[in-house]
């Protein structure tokens, strides 16, 4: 299983940005998927999560203006930011599990840059 992230890029502060992420290879089932990001110097953090049922859960930080969704028909996965700021400077990973063997996968990260 491959997971290419797309959609970062340098925005203002107060700005938007959605990120998408496509699975493809093969695939029986992907279950949870995350988004991941890791500022400089700092650790790779959970920004957001969304089981297979369709459940999102946030990072305190990012709550009310992120958007974790998917859809299943194209094994995609989106990130809406809204309302960007400084801090949320960082490279956004996209990470799934696969089902039935339980294995996690990993993007390469696309950047998300955040300056006036």
């Known amino acids: 299983v491959q997971l290419v992230e797309s959609g970062g890029g340098v925005v203002q502060p107060g700005g938007s940005l959605r990120l998408s992420c496509v699975a493809s290879?093969?695939?029986?089932?992907?279950?949870?998927m995350r988004w991941y990001r890791q500022g400089l110097g700092n650790e790779r953090d959970l920004v957001a999560a969304?089981?297979?049922?369709?459940?999102?859960n946030y990072a305190d930080s990012v709550k009310g203006r992120f958007t974790i969704s998917r859809d299943d028909a194209k094994n995609t996965v989106y990130l809406q930011m809204n309302s960007l700021k400084p801090e949320d400077t960082a490279i956004y990973y996209c990470?799934?599990?696969?089902?039935?063997?339980?294995?996690?996968?990993w993007g390469q990260g696309t950047q998300v840059t955040v300056s006036s």
């Open positions: 990470n799934a599990d696969h089902y039935p063997d339980d294995m996690e996968y």
């Open positions: 969304i089981t297979s049922f369709g459940t999102p």
């Open positions: 290879g093969t695939i029986f089932k992907i279950k949870s």
